[in-house]
């Protein structure tokens, strides 16, 4: 399958007008969203704690998260964003979109909306 990208943007919880917008990689195969540390810090994201990733290549790296608003395709709703390293391309993981319900089509590589979220 090719690249989808979407311009996202995160806000911070504590000041929901400071802004990080961007042209985001959709992910499917990440769970959480990830933007570079400098940029999240600038909208003043708090690292909330650390956990352990599993990269691309299979190596395993810790990385703080924190939680942001997250808005993209006209849709809001809130998670966890990795803060990654300072020329990171951002990403967002599948737990944004499938909040949303919105789903990737691998067959034209173009995001979908479901027309329910499933609750089962």
């Known amino acids: 399958m090719g690249l989808t990208k979407v311009t996202t943007a995160l806000s911070g919880l504590v ?29 003043g994201v708090k690292r909330e704690g650390k956990m352990f990733y599993e990269l691309a290549d299979g190596s395993v790296k810790e990385y703080f998260y924190g939680l942001v608003r997250i808005e993209f395709m006209g849709e809001v709703t809130a998670g966890r964003v990795i803060f990654g390293e300072p020329e990171c391309e951002p990403l967002l993981g599948v737990t944004a ?23 089962k």
């Open 15 to 43: 000041d929901p007008k400071a802004t990080y917008e961007a042209v985001f990689l959709v992910d499917t195969g990440a769970t959480d969203s990830m933007a570079p540390a400098d940029q999240l810090d600038k909208i």
């Open 97 to 119: 979109l499938e909040s949303v319900g919105i789903i990737v089509d691998p067959a034209n590589k173009t995001l979908k909306r479901l027309p329910a979220i499933p609750l």
